[in-house]
T-cell receptor
Framework: DTAVSQTPKYLVTQMGNDKSIKCEQN?????MYWYKQDSKKFLKIMFS???????INETVPNRFSPKSPDKAHLNLHINSLELGDSAVYFC????????????FGPGTRLTVT | KNQVEQSPQSLIILEGKNCTLQ??????????LRWYKQDTGRGPVSLTI?????NTKSNGRYTATLDADTKQSSLHITASQLSDSASYIC???????????????FGKGTHLIIQP
């Protein structure tokens, strides 16, 4: 009965590879988010999707492409991985954009070598 | 530019003691302010959400206050427990032109350590 789930939990890959992280929420929420948390623990919003439409794109590199097949899923695809992409990526969802509680997934720790 | 500043950056207190974490913001127009607790290796969990008209809100031993005039919020933890050791993140939401809230500004968090 997990509210927001992410896979994989850990991802180790080499520079230049392409990888995807999947996220699913079973809360019936309209809005989903992707966040990046770097080594300094600073949480930065990357994308927000509301009913499958991109609402926020915080000027992340275009190597990052979110894809939402339906409002319960928001996947993150990363092309040509770089060392600086190493971080913990969190998916979250909320009833509507900026309103109500955000429920976060457990995070995906990405390590690029 | 919308900003959220939290202080202190880190804090160590003894178990059983109280503490207060601060959050100052310049986000405008204001919609709501949230406090999150993030345990090591886990995603953030919401503690409180306050709108403009709310001055204080409690969640167990956690009490958040909001002064919308001075744009300050505090999170007070009473009778701290070892499980309170975590990062506490203040997030302020700005109201969008369409009437719905959009734009989330995150503070860098306060890292709290409770010592036995």
């Amino acid at each position: 009965d997990t509210a927001v789930s992410q896979t994989p939990k850990y991802l180790v890959t080499q520079m230049g590879n392409d990888k995807s992280i999947k996220c699913e929420q079973n809360l019936g929420h309209d809005t989903m988010y992707w966040y990046k948390q770097d080594s300094k623990k600073f949480l930065k919003i990357m994308f927000s999707y509301n009913n499958k439409e991109l609402i926020i794109n915080e000027t992340v590199p275009n190597r990052f492409s979110p894809k939402s097949p339906d409002k319960a899923h928001l996947n993150l695809h990363i092309n040509s991985l770089e060392l600086g992409d190493s971080a913990v990526y969190f998916c979250a969802s909320s009833l509507a954009l900026g309103l109500g509680e955000q429920y976060f997934g457990p995070g995906t720790r990405l390590t690029v070598t | 530019k919308n900003q959220v500043e939290q202080s202190p950056q880190s804090l160590i207190i003894l178990e059983g003691k109280n503490c207060t974490l601060q959050c100052n913001y310049t986000v405008s127009p204001f919609s709501n302010l949230r406090w999150y607790k993030q345990d090591t290796g886990r995603g953030p969990v919401s503690l409180t959400i306050m709108t403009f008209s709310e001055n204080t809100k409690s969640n167990g031993r956690y009490t958040a206050t909001l002064d919308a005039d001075t744009k300050q919020s505090s999170l007070h933890i009473t009778a701290s427990q070892l499980s309170d050791s975590a990062s506490y993140i203040c997030v302020v939401s700005a109201r969008g032109s369409g009437g719905g809230a959009d734009g989330l500004t995150f503070g860098k968090g306060t890292h709290l350590i409770i010592q036995p």
